[in-house]
């Protein structure tokens, strides 16, 4: 193995461990869960929730996206060497 097919299974591990932290840091889209269990919403935390989920979102999907680049490049260089 060569020193680049090492760093980018670094990279992609890290990818991987990023990605997987993200989605569990987001937020269940069961309405009305709350209210089952007893708990009240107030305004203030329906909007916090919102952008950061909105935030984790997006982080999600840039993580997703760099992961794939990854994954296509170490298949680029698996394949020319």
Do not use: C, P, W
């Amino acid at each position: 193995m060569g020193a680049l097919e090492v760093i980018f299974g670094i990279i992609l591990l890290l990818f991987s461990l990023a990605i997987t932290i993200v989605v569990l840091l987001q937020e269940g889209h069961q309405s009305n869960l709350g209210t089952i269990s007893g708990g009240a919403d107030t305004f203030l935390s329906k909007n916090k929730s919102r952008s950061i989920d909105a935030m984790l979102s997006r982080y999600t999907k840039f993580v997703a996206i760099g992961f794939f680049v990854v994954v296509i490049v170490i298949n680029v260089i698996m394949y020319f060497t």
